[in-house]
């Protein structure tokens, strides 16, 4: 378990008002924060999920205590890897697994990074919980200006997406270093032929599943995959995430293509223009 489990974990207390929490958790990519109370002990998790149901419900003036997901699922460090995969690939809202030992929290695991490959997992990625990360990805995110999925989301242009004959080892790495839950797959006129998540790609062998592993995207996709429009409201968005609990979105344009991708980080760092 050592050997994928990040330590040094950012992590926040009961009391934290929402909106310190919104700020972490939007600032860095990340998709759950542990709660943890006196002594390390951890209390709960807050996800993104659990954010944008209280900004739908109107409770974003709360504090973590008050929406966070108590008792969540954990593992041990002696946990056997296979059982941690099955885990984070079976159940579908479980993306980050609290390590707990006696009761208190001593580390975390991603599905990210179970998708990186062992020569990316320094020493020092593992003891400061610093991703490896491209030297091309994106500047930090900042506030989303608009009402609207087409105003919020990230443009296409700055979106990572694969085709049909993309290896799934490659789509792992950009999934991993890049802090995504999915890929758009795409065909050369940027329609959407499927999406490829995190679970797609996640190795588990516990699954039961046989046949050859897929090599490819097109091959790992899933098809019939949701979409939304441009025009679509933020608003509305957020509430068919909480409903559905989708992580993220591709966004059509008018002529059907993909535009870009809108993701619940997208829609908590959503801004309303000024005079609305």
């Known amino acids: 378990m050592s050997a994928v489990m990040t330590s040094g974990v950012v992590t926040v207390g009961p009391s ?35 954010l944008l149901r209280a900004e739908v419900e ?20 002696d946990s056997p890897v296979s059982v941690l ?36 997992r320094s020493l020092v990625d593992r ?24 105003q919020v ?30 890929l758009p797959v795409l065909d050369r006129d940027d329609r959407l032929l499927g999406v490829v998540s995190e679970a ?8 039961g599943r046989r046949g050859p592993a897929p090599r490819t995207c097109g091959q790992a996709m899933t098809t019939g995959a949701t979409a939304v429009r441009a025009n679509v409201s933020v608003a509305k968005v957020a509430k068919a995430m909480v409903r559905r609990r989708f992580r993220s979105l591709p966004v059509l344009g008018r002529d059907d293509r993909v535009v870009g991708m809108i993701s619940r980080g997208d829609v908590l760092r959503a801004v309303a223009p000024p005079g609305r």
């Open 16 to 50: 934290t008002p929402l909106a310190d929490a919104r700020a972490l958790l939007t600032a860095n990519r990340y998709s759950g924060l542990p709660v943890v109370s006196t002594g390390h002990r951890l209390v709960g998790i807050l996800t993104t999920l659990d």
């Open 58 to 77: 109107g409770r974003s003036g709360a504090r973590v205590a008050d929406v966070m997901t108590r008792d969540p699922m954990t593992m041990t460090p």
């Open 85 to 120: 995969a099955h885990r984070l690939r079976r159940y579908g809202e479980v993306r980050v697994m609290p390590i707990v030992e006696g009761g208190v929290l001593v580390g975390i695991v991603t599905r990210g990074d179970l998708l990186r490959t062992p020569e990316r």
């Open 127 to 150: 003891l400061l919980g610093t991703p490896e990360v491209d030297l091309d990805a994106p500047p930090p995110d900042e506030p989303r200006i608009g009402s609207t999925a087409g």
């Open 153 to 182: 989301m990230t443009p296409l242009h700055r979106c990572w997406v694969a085709d049909q004959s993309t290896p799934v080892t490659e789509a792992a790495a950009w999934l991993s270093a890049q802090r995504l839950t999915a």
């Open 200 to 207: 797609d790609l996640l190795a588990d062998r516990l699954s």
